[in-house]
């Protein structure tokens, strides 16, 4: 079953819908799965600091910490807010609390001693930044150092953006009620939630509301690609050209083109601009190194990647037109970005290519062609990748933290693998490597887009629980693992 992701707006729309079709018991659904959760993590351990807040988080809050008193744990509850103006349903809970004989604390005890936490201070509802009373707590509770279970999303966090409003609570576990919301999977989301957990609250949420936003899995992604004839030959495997290496930068497009080979294209040309460029790529023999305009008369490339070290001089500008005007697919990253963005021309011709056209930029990047800044491209990634995919007719990468994936008729897709370890030179020349070398082994562009992103993160993770990196880990390492592990999948499916 694929997993949906919702905008918290779209969240208040299903619950709207579930209330309409008659459940009413959402937010007890909500506390009491709190309190299982709390409950399996604490393993019999006994007492929680519950913190709740002036909103319906803080009644899911107050729903769980019944429960965990019914069940004999020790709970104390710090409430900050007013009782008068709690929301009916919270304010319900709250009633319930006081009935079991529950009390409410206005600060958090210095004296106390917990085994959790259990955050139910702000949920979707949190509107602007932290300040005063809220600020502090979220940051005593911070530092606290004690396991978090944030309901819903850590107070603090947007659930659509995933920036901070000033300071969040840094949760061990997050339980997001009904599904999960693109905050908590990209830019701060994954630094400030643990281990995500989704409670669906019983509701079919794709039945009652199509979703547009999925998270990429690997049993999704990895389905696209099946094992091999006995009977193949390289030319079934395609033909990669790599366009770029200009002057001091030839690195990344023999990056590109390695990862393009061990990927597994029957063949990869890589075509560099820089004038004393090598004949041989002496470290990967297996790569054809030639001229640029030589690229363009072969007959029997299946993909183009443009933009690797391609740099921005005349002769990169008109090498990207001619790519543009060919209907192969394309992949373009980084001056191949740059220019397209100063070039309407370019944009022009883009969006209305024959050819599939994969874009794979970063924030800046992603600005550049927006025409906006990187620190709006992070306030709304999804939005921004979208926009992008719909305004030049392409399918879009926005690489970062919880890349997110995205098609011109709107779908978007948020990639759950990766780690700081990528932060480093060469990454992306290697990602555009693996597009290009899946697109030519017949995957269709968005499966080849999708499945290469998944598996260059997922790469970088098997790197860093091997105890190599996020320190120090290299892109070619990265191309190395994804082989590994791509051939894992495909061939030994349970391993
Ligand atoms: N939408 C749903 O279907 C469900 C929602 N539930 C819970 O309800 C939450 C949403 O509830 P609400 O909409 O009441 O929102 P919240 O509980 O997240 O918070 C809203 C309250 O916080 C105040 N507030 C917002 N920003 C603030 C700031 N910076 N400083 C101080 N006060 C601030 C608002 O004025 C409002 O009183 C969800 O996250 C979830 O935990 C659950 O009960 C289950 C079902
Ligand atoms: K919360």
């Known amino acids: 079953m694929k997993t949906p992701i919702y905008f918290s707006h779209e969240i208040r729309q299903l619950e709207q819908l579930a209330r309409e079709s008659g459940i009413s018991d959402l937010m007890e659904r909500a506390g009491m799965a709190a309190a299982e959760l709390a409950r399996e993590l604490l393993a019999g351990k006994t007492s929680v600091l519950v913190i709740a807040g002036p909103g319906n988080n803080g009644g899911d809050a107050l729903v769980a910490a019944r429960h965990l008193k019914a069940w004999w744990f020790k709970v104390n509850i710090v409430f900050i807010g007013e009782t008068a103006k709690l929301p009916p349903d919270a304010a319900n809970a709250l009633q319930a609390w006081l009935a079991i004989g529950g009390e409410l604390l206005d600060a958090i005890p210095a004296d106390g001693k917990w085994d959790m936490v259990i955050d139910g201070l702000f949920g979707i509802g949190l509107a602007r930044e932290l300040s005063g009373r809220y600020l502090e707590l979220v940051r005593e509770i911070n530092r606290m150092n004690l396991p978090v279970l944030a309901l819903d999303i850590p107070s603090g966090l947007d659930a659509d953006a995933g920036q901070t409003f000033r300071a969040a609570i840094h949760a061990s576990h997050t339980l997001s009620f009904i599904a999960l919301k693109p905050g908590l999977l990209t830019a701060y989301g994954p630094d400030y939630c643990g281990q995500i957990h989704v409670d669906t609250l019983e509701l079919d949420a794709p039945a009652l509301l199509k979703p547009n936003g999925w998270l990429l899995e690997k049993t999704e992604v990895a389905a696209a690609l099946k094992p091999r004839p006995r009977n193949s030959h390289k030319g079934m495997l395609g033909s990669v050209g790599i366009l770029g290496g200009a002057s001091a930068m030839c690195g990344a497009a023999l990056l590109a083109g390695r990862a393009a080979l061990k990927l597994g294209a029957g063949r990869v040309y890589a075509a560099l601009l820089a004038d004393a460029a090598p004949a041989v790529d002496i470290g990967q023999p297996e790569l054809m190194l030639c001229a640029p305009e030589k690229l363009f008369q072969l007959d029997h490339l299946n993909c183009l990647a443009v933009g690797p070290g391609l740099g921005q001089s005349p002769q990169a500008v008109q090498l990207l037109r001619q790519a543009l005007e060919t209907e192969l ?167």
């Open 329 to 495: 697919p394309l992949v373009l990253d980084a001056d191949a970005l740059n220019l397209l963005a100063i070039h309407d021309d370019m944009q022009e011709l883009t969006k209305s290519r024959k050819g599939s056209t994969i874009l794979t930029p970063h924030s800046a990047e992603a600005a550049r062609l927006l025409s906006s800044t990187t620190h709006d491209i992070q306030q709304e990634r999804v939005h921004s990748a979208t926009l992008i995919a719909q305004r030049l007719n392409c399918l879009v990468v926005l690489k970062g933290a919880g890349s997110i994936c995205a098609t011109p008729k709107g779908e978007w897709f948020v990639n759950p693998t990766g780690n700081p370890g990528m932060s480093s030179a060469g990454m992306g020349d290697v990602l555009s490597g693996m597009i290009a070398a899946l697109i030519a082994q017949r995957l269709t562009p968005q499966s080849a887009l999708l499945l290469a992103v998944y598996l260059h993160g997922a790469a970088a993770d098997d790197w860093v629980e091997q105890g190599v990196g996020p320190i120090g880990l290299t892109a070619t390492e990265v191309a190395d693992a994804a082989r590994m592990l791509l051939n894992r999948w495909i061939y030994s499916p349970v391993a």
